[in-house]
């Protein structure tokens, strides 16, 4: 199952936060949409939580 290996403030956009997955790159997501997620750096992502999270960073991309 994928592991949250970071969770850091985004030095480029204020109000971001960069996730990591797996020690890789996920997405720089907004803090205030990630914040009733509950999610803590080493932590299992039940996969309900990363589709969530997938779909934060498509609306990101878009």
């Known amino acids: 199952m994928p592991t949250l290996t ?3 403030p985004d030095p480029h956009q204020p109000g ?3 996730v990591d997955v ?3 790159r ?3 997501l907004p ?3 990630l914040q009733p997620l509950d999610l803590r ?3 299992e992502l ?3 939580l990363l589709d969530r999270l997938r779909a934060l960073a498509d609306v990101e991309a878009a």
Do not use: K, Q
């Open 22 to 24: 797996d020690r890789g």
């Open 6 to 8: 970071g969770l850091a």
């Open 16 to 18: 971001y936060r960069l």
């Open 46 to 48: 039940e996969p309900a």
């Open 41 to 43: 750096v080493g932590a």
């Open 26 to 28: 996920f997405a720089s």
């Open 31 to 33: 803090a205030d949409a």
